[in-house]
């Protein structure tokens, strides 16, 4: 029997890898995170209309109950997408045990010294809004991507939220749901992190406690999926942390505590060098974390503070930016260790912060598409091109004709770039060193979620409708 053991852990090693080189090929094909496939929002094999509108090329369109910013994805015939509807019954938040447990999930510490304090995430100081009194359900749904018929609608909670956002600027169903193609990760925060399979039985879920944002501006930061560890970043206003959790059971793995304030980014997880590491932006540090145990291997200090964009990968470096009153880009190499601020470590860094026409995003996240960096200034309709690779501008200040304020991260196909603000137009350029405008579409509905590409379609969610698009 002996002889045999061997060449049985050799077929068990072939055959994880076979089925790893598929999931990572079928995802290629999908749009399973709201970044998509790549997570630097290109569909690789995606081949979308250039022109759409209320009437052209609509495959089809479908009401969404509720309110939601969460963005859709997509695997296979089954588009998901988050929202929550006030169901108008009046009723009192839920008071969440002061267990051990919720202790344990809440770690204690000083508040984080972030910069920009005393300010919501518009920057304006508007008061904070008012914690709502009425019962809330917190629903996932799973539509037909060919017919737009709703599969399944599951409502993960139902409750009175502890706390509002800005009306206009957010929702309770914000962060955008995840999935390995086998199961889904829908996390509405405060009020809940879930696992379903695509069938719609619920797996597991599991509450991390009530997180308290900036003057309520609300939640909206997107769990992050590697193989059998999802990742959840929790910077609040107290008692910031980081869980990395069993994908399968949704038991914690570990727990780090973050010396940050409020963001809304999603972590990034990529592999080098024999190591998978958790890339997340934050205000008073970029911080890579080792899955296995949360351990810090390197940051890096400098970006603004309200920190949303996620971070991308070009080969072995990780690019990070944020916008919120000054401007700020790092490309960091992967193989950095420790504390890499200020020194030669960092490939380049970008900094406009005397120039005010230029600006990095400091909502929409970047676009990588092949070496070229798409961003816009703050949450406004002027867009710079760089290269990724040295950090040279192909481009800046170009103002947008027909976009005026953006909240969507930009998306590219078949050597296009399409960018949606927040009236519901989107401004179709060819991806070129050279600014060029292909079309330009205009939806009644205004949008706020980023689109997904798949194949020939692209689904847009708007603030009433989810449409689907295709050349007719």
Known sequence: MKIFVPCLVILAGLTTNLMA??????????????????????????????????????????????????????????????????????????AKPDTAQAKEQRP???????????????????????APTTIHDFVVMSLNRKSGDVIWKKT?????????????????????????GKYLYASFG?????????????IWEKDLGDFHMRNG?????????????????????????????????GEIQWKIDRDEASSWGTPLIVEFDGKTQVVVNGANRVRSYD????????????????????PVRLGD??????????????????????????????????????????????????????DALYFLK?????????????????????RLASISRVYASPVGAADRVYITGRSGTTMVLKLSPEYEVLATNKLDSPVDATPAIVGDQMIVRGQKYLYCFREK
């Not at 405060?190 to 619920?202: A, E, P, R």
């Not at 703050?378 to 170009?398: C, F, H, P, Q, W």
Request: net charge negative; with cysteine.
């Open 378 to 398: 703050s949450y406004n309709g002027i867009l710079t091109r760089m290269s990724a690779v040295t950090g040279e501008v192909d481009y800046d200040n170009k």
């Open 108 to 130: 204690t510490g000083d508040r984080p010294r972030g910069r920009g304090r005393g300010r919501g995430r518009g920057g304006r100081g508007r008061r904070p809004s008012e």
């Open 317 to 370: 470096n990780v690019i990070c930016m944020s916008g919120w009153k000054g401007t700020a880009i790092f490309s960091i190499p992967l193989s950095a260790q420790g504390d890499i601020s200020g020194t030669d470590t960092i490939n380049w860094y970008y900094d406009r912060s005397s120039d005010y026409r230029a600006g990095t995003p400091y909502v929409p996240s970047p676009l990588l598409y092949g």
């Open 217 to 249: 501006f609300g939640e909206g930061g997107t769990p992050a999926l590697h193989g059998d560890w999802l990742i959840v970043n929790c910077d609040q206003e107290t008692d910031s942390f980081i869980v990395g959790m069993n994908a399968k059971t």
């Open 21 to 94: 080189e598929e999931t990572a090929q079928q995802r290629e094909f999908n749009w399973p995170e709201w970044r998509g496939p790549l997570a630097t929002g290109v569909a690789p094999h995606g081949n979308p209309p250039l022109k759409w509108s209320e009437e052209e090329n609509v495959d089809w369109k479908v009401e969404i109950p509720g309110l939601g910013y969460s963005s859709p994805i997509v695997w296979g015939d089954q588009v998901f997408v988050l929202t929550a509807v006030d169901t108008g019954k009046k009723g009192q938040p839920t």
């Open 291 to 310: 899955i296995n145990n949360g351990k810090v291997i390197w940051e890096c200090g400098g970006q603004t503070g309200n920190v949303i964009p996620a």
């Open 190 to 202: 405060s009020f809940g992190i879930y696992c379903y399979d695509l069938k719609g039985k619920l």
């Open 156 to 180: 993960a909670r139902s409750q009175v939220p502890h706390e509002g956002f800005r009306p206009g600027d957010n929702s309770f169903a914000s962060a955008s749901p995840v999935t390995d």
